[in-house]
C-alpha cells in the first residue's frame, strides 16, 4: 500500500498528539525540555481560571486577566489551553521534594487553564518576584496548547513598575505585537490586579 505524503504527515502530527496527551511525568525524567511535558497528567476538566498555590503561599495576591486573541489580533481563540508557571516571593521556583519530570525544574507554583467561548482567562496567584542576583524582570512563563494541538511559548507576563522592564527588555522580545507587559492596580480587597490580551503566533 502507498501512502502519500499528505497522509503521511497528518499520521504523524495525530501520533504525536496522542503521545502528548497520554504524555506522564515520569516520561519527561530525561527530556523535561519537550514542550509537551508541560502538559504532562494535566487534570482532565479546567476551567477559563486557574489557581497557582493557595492563600498560604507567602506574597501579594495578584490576579491577571484577558482575552486570548487569534494571530490576527481582533479574533477571540476559543478552549485554548495555557501553562503557567513562575516563582515564589523570594524568587525561586519552589519544590515540595516529591516532584517528577519538568516539576523538578518548575516547581508546585504552576496550574492549567481553557479559554472560554470567548477566548477568556484569569490567572489567580502571587506576584513572582525576580531571580536573586540576576538583571531579569519578574515574570510569569506561560506556554499555549492550541485545539489543533501547536504547542509553544510566548512572551512572559512582566511588570510595568519593574526596573528590569526596560528598553534593553523590550528589544529582547521575539514578538513585538504582544510584549506581556501587565499593569497591576490594588483593588478594594488589596489584591493587584491586571489585564492582558495576548495574541498567538
Known amino acids: 500500500m502507498i501512502i502519500s505524503k499528505q497522509l503521511l504527515f497528518v499520521l504523524l502530527i495525530a501520533s504525536s498528539l496522542l503521545s502528548a496527551q497520554n504524555l506522564l511525568q515520569s516520561d519527561c525524567e530525561a527530556d523535561n525540555e519537550n514542550i509537551a511535558c508541560c502538559f504532562a497528567e494535566m487534570p482532565a476538566a479546567l476551567s477559563s481560571t486557574m489557581t497557582i498555590g493557595d492563600q498560604r503561599e507567602e506574597g501579594k495576591r495578584m490576579i491577571v486577566r484577558g482575552t486570548v486573541m487569534k494571530s490576527d489580533g481582533k479574533t477571540p481563540y476559543a478552549s485554548v489551553i495555557l501553562y503557567a508557571y513562575h516563582t515564589n516571593a523570594k524568587g525561586i521556583y519552589p519544590k515540595r521534594g516529591n516532584e517528577k519530570g519538568i516539576r523538578k525544574r518548575h516547581g508546585y507554583l504552576h496550574g492549567w487553564l481553557k479559554t472560554d467561548s470567548l477566548g477568556q482567562y484569569e490567572i489567580r496567584s502571587i506576584r513572582p518576584e525576580p531571580y536573586p542576583s ?44 504582544d510584549n506581556g507587559i501587565v499593569t497591576l492596580k490594588r483593588n478594594n480587597n488589596g489584591v493587584l490586579e491586571g489585564t492582558r490580551t495576548m495574541i498567538l503566533k
Open 134 to 177: 540576576w538583571d531579569t524582570p519578574a515574570h510569569v512563563h506561560i506556554v499555549v496548547k492550541e485545539p489543533n494541538g501547536k504547542m509553544y511559548y510566548i512572551n512572559d507576563i512582566v511588570f510595568s513598575d519593574d526596573p528590569f522592564v526596560n528598553e534593553r527588555y523590550i528589544a529582547s522580545l521575539r514578538d513585538r505585537r
